[in-house]
């Protein structure tokens, strides 16, 4: 298995301008994460979703943030606006409806916000 | 409270020393706790789980639970230069929450 796929890896924009980041779970993974990790807060639940179906959105930070999950091996992050503080790596991590409680990470996008 | 602490160290122990990680947790109700290892600029992996007081062992890694006191802890026998690492304490609260972690370095 491949793993959990995340891009950019790696990306830079400005401020106020619109950053979509990307997820696939691993296949048959009934569970996807959405995290936010930086030194100050270090590793924080954004949303997480059953079967597509968002379960829990109370970490995403603001309406600036929004995530969709349209069918099962697809994910999206956006900001919008994107801000400085913005600037962080975000994690995607899926799990099993057997397993549910180990989850595995995809990379990471190193997000950056001039 | 913070849902999740931990010592943020860093802590530094020689190799073949035993390093002791902390973590407390503020809810009760969690029933399930972990720890995962991350290395510098690549993601968390899961390498300990543990539900039951007591200690679970699994090769040079112990975890220790206790509901009462609300803690866990990680304790790594016979440490490793390759066991220098970041670690999280997380608790299963009906969602997984994740400490600020803890650096390890193991001194050659």
């Known amino acids: 298995d491949a793993g959990v796929i995340q891009s950019p890896r790696h990306e830079v924009t400005e401020m106020g301008q619109e950053v979509t980041l990307r997820c696939k779970p691993i296949?048959?993974?009934?569970?996807l994460f959405w995290y936010r990790q930086t030194m100050m807060r270090g590793l924080e639940l954004l949303i997480y979703?059953?079967?597509?179906?968002?379960?829990?959105d109370s970490g995403m930070p603001e309406d600036r943030f929004s995530a969709k999950m349209p069918n099962a091996s697809f994910s999206t992050l956006k900001i919008q606006p994107s801000e400085p503080r913005d600037s962080a790596v975000y994690f995607c991590a899926s799990s099993s409806d057997r397993d549910s409680e180990k989850l595995f990470f995809g990379s990471g996008t190193q997000l950056s916000v001039l | 409270q913070k849902e999740v602490e931990q010592n943020s160290g860093p802590l530094s122990v020689p190799e073949g020393a035993i390093a002791s990680l902390n973590c407390t947790y503020s809810d009760r109700g969690s029933q399930s706790f972990f720890w995962y290892r991350q290395y510098s600029g690549k993601s968390p992996e899961l390498i300990m789980s543990i539900y039951s007081n007591g200690d679970k062992e699994d090769g040079r890694f112990t975890a220790q639970l206790n509901k009462a006191s609300q803690y866990v802890s990680l304790l790594i026998r016979d440490s490793q230069p390759s066991d220098s690492a970041t670690y999280l304490c997380a608790v299963n609260r009906g969602d997984m929450r994740f400490g600020a972690g803890t650096r390890l370095t193991v001194k050659p």
């Open positions: 979703f059953n079967n597509n179906v968002p379960i829990d």
């Open positions: 296949s048959g993974h009934d569970y």
